[in-house]
């Protein structure tokens, strides 16, 4: 009955976009409104003012990373006239942002960097959206997920790393065995001996330097003569 005589209703938290032969003339706020239809009044299309959530899924072009990207906006009453006549599809606009960003990164550094992507993807999106109307509130990078081949080539080169440490634990058990099977074959007088020798050697060690040293100073002392 109400819109037959010309009233419509806006919700709470609501505004709705007012037109006169499809030319825009106010943003009506929540409440009662008469807009009487002979005289051309229409209601083009109504905006909420509460936080939003946009998931914006978007693959970029280096290391063919596919980002799941998290982002809450905010509509502020003040203009939401040219939101809703100037922008129309939002997620466009967060896709080149974040291709903008992203490709001067490689693999890792985006795995690590994560939070310094986002806050970096907010601060160019605060710039570019607050034109339109919007408000960012947060920006989250919720996931990274590589493209398919280049999770196969991190596994292969994950298994490659495990199987070279695997060969490498073997060698060395293996020539543990061997030192401790050559040492029980011996007996003990020789293993008595192998540590005398081992004991000795400082020893030798320091004679053979004493008898470099009394060497070098006798030549010195002939050449002077």
Not at 51 to 75: A, Y
Request: charged share 25%; glycine share 4%; with cysteine.
């Amino acid at each position: 009955m109400g819109q037959t005589l010309g009233c419509i209703q806006v919700d709470q938290s609501t505004v709705a976009v007012k037109e006169q032969f499809y030319k825009f003339d106010q943003v009506l706020q929540p409440g009662c409104h008469c807009l009487p239809w002979c005289f051309g009044y229409q209601v083009a299309g109504s905006l909420s003012l509460r936080v939003q959530q946009l998931d914006v899924r978007c693959e970029t072009k280096t290391k063919r990373t596919q980002l799941m990207h998290f982002t809450s906006f905010q509509t502020p009453t003040d203009r939401s006239s040219p939101m809703f006549l100037m922008l129309d599809i939002t997620s466009i606009n967060l896709l080149l942002v974040i291709r903008a960003r992203l490709p001067r990164m490689g693999l890792d550094a985006a795995f690590e960097q994560k939070n310094e992507i986002a806050s970096a993807v907010e601060k160019e999106l605060e710039k570019a959206m607050s034109a339109y109307g919007y408000e960012i509130v947060q920006t989250l990078i919720v996931d990274i997920e590589p493209d398919i081949h280049v999770k196969r080539a991190m596994n292969q080169i994950n298994a490659l790393q495990e199987s070279v440490l695997l060969r490498m634990r073997r060698l060395k058990q293996r020539k543990y065995c061997r030192s401790r099977k050559l040492k029980e074959k011996l007996n003990p007088s020789t293993c008595q001996g192998l540590a005398l020798l081992d004991s000795v050697k400082p020893l030798w060690m320091v004679f053979e330097t004493v008898c470099l040293l009394s060497q070098k100073m006798y030549l010195e002392h002939q050449q002077e003569i």
